[in-house]
């Protein structure tokens, strides 16, 4: 059984800064990816930033140069250092791991943490 813990949401001024953290237990087989989505009522979720294997990113245009995204491989956690951070920013953020079983790519995802930036 794979799980997904998120960490680190809150509430904060504009301007201000949080890190969000997910910790991914149980047998995930060849991560190749790991992200960081959000949901903000009545929108899609979209992308937000998300980092390979070998270090390499991807940041939505609203989030470049504000946030970051980073990864310890070791103990399978991904980081997202969220700073600046705007009224806009507000949504639930959901983690999200795919791996590769079988050669088929799996999606595992958190169960959303909250963050909330107060203007």
Do not use: H
């Not at 809150?10 to 991560?31: D, E, T, W, Y």
């Amino acid at each position: 059984q794979v799980q997904l813990v998120e960490s680190g949401g809150g509430l904060v001024q504009a301007g201000g800064s949080l890190r969000l953290a997910c910790a991914a237990s149980g047998k995930i087989f060849s991560i190749i990816t790991m992200g960081w989505y959000r949901q903000a009522p009545g929108k899609q979720r979209e992308l937000v930033a998300i980092i390979s294997s070998g270090g390499s990113t991807n940041y939505a245009d609203s989030v470049k140069g504000r946030f970051t995204i980073s990864r310890d491989n070791a103990k399978n956690t991904v980081y997202l250092q969220m700073n600046s951070l705007k009224p806009e920013d507000t949504a639930v953020y959901y983690c999200n791991v795919v791996g590769v079983d079988a050669a088929r790519p799996v999606y595992y995802w958190g169960q959303g943490t909250q963050v909330t930036v107060s203007s």
